[in-house]
């Protein structure tokens, strides 16, 4: 039984390199959360997809930064021109459906991954 | 907007000391409340969890109480173990998860033997 993948777990580039990070989600899960977590930091939400849709991608830096969830394969987050900022642990979480309304007791537990941390040089 | 405050670390404590980790929140509606714990070099584990007021989440000899009063939702053990070592978060769901979690900036945690 499967917990969400992530790959690589650790990912070395030189500035204006493209970076490309991968998450499996667990399986039946159509729902992919992007977190960065920067160093002494808690995690920022950065984009939030269903397969095929990008439904709220307010925390994603507006340039050099893009996200998708394909019908078929990962989700892949990917960083062009990437800068020493960009170094940080990035972590993708799945869950298996939206909920329905802001009930009192509507949320969908997300699954962590073990992320990768990306490091540029 | 929703933001999530937990004091601030390091914590160091004695094996079998009591733990408290203050935790705040500001947000709109009926958020549910979470403590993920993090080992080194590891993802966020989710550690227990409370979706409204009064409720009580509890795992592993970890308390947090959903105090909708006082906003708040400390994490409590009453006899920890070096194995309990880690950084703690905690963080807020404030309905449909359509803008992710909200996460505090998470305190770490040393037991000495």
């Known amino acids: 039984n499967a917990g969400v993948m992530q790959n690589p777990r650790h990912l070395v580039r030189r500035r204006g390199q493209e970076a490309r990070l991968r998450c499996s989600p667990v399986?039946?899960?159509?729902?992919v959360y992007w977190y960065r977590q920067l160093p002494e930091e808690g995690l920022k939400f950065m984009v939030y997809?269903?397969?095929?849709?990008?439904?709220?991608e307010s925390g994603m830096p507006k340039e050099r930064f893009s996200a998708e969830f394909p019908k078929e394969g990962p989700s892949i987050l990917r960083i062009q021109q990437v800068v020493r900022g960009d170094s940080a642990a990035y972590f993708c979480?799945?869950?298996?459906?939206f909920g329905q309304g802001r009930t009192m007791s509507s949320y969908n537990e997300q699954f962590f991954g073990p992320g990768t941390r990306l490091t540029v040089l | 907007g929703n933001s999530v405050t937990q004091m601030e670390g390091p914590v160091t404590l004695s094996e079998e000391a009591f733990l408290t980790i203050n935790c705040t929140y500001t947000?709109?509606?009926?958020?549910?409340l979470f403590w993920y714990v993090q080992y080194p070099g590891e993802g966020l584990q989710l550690l227990l969890k409370?979706?409204?007021?009064?409720d009580k989440g509890s795992n592993k000899g970890f308390e947090a109480t959903y105090r909708k009063e006082t906003t708040s939702f400390h994490l409590e053990k009453g006899s920890v173990q070096v194995s309990d070592s880690a950084v703690y978060f905690c963080?807020?769901?404030?309905?449909?998860?359509?803008?992710?979690?909200?996460f505090g900036k998470g305190t770490h945690l040393i037991i000495q033997p």
């Open positions: 979480a799945s869950s298996p459906h």
């Open positions: 399986k039946g899960h159509s729902h």
């Open positions: 409370a979706t409204k007021a009064d």
């Open positions: 947000a709109t509606g009926y958020p549910s």
């Open positions: 997809l269903q397969k095929e849709n990008i439904i709220d």
């Open positions: 963080a807020l769901d404030s309905g449909g998860g359509a803008d992710g979690l909200t």
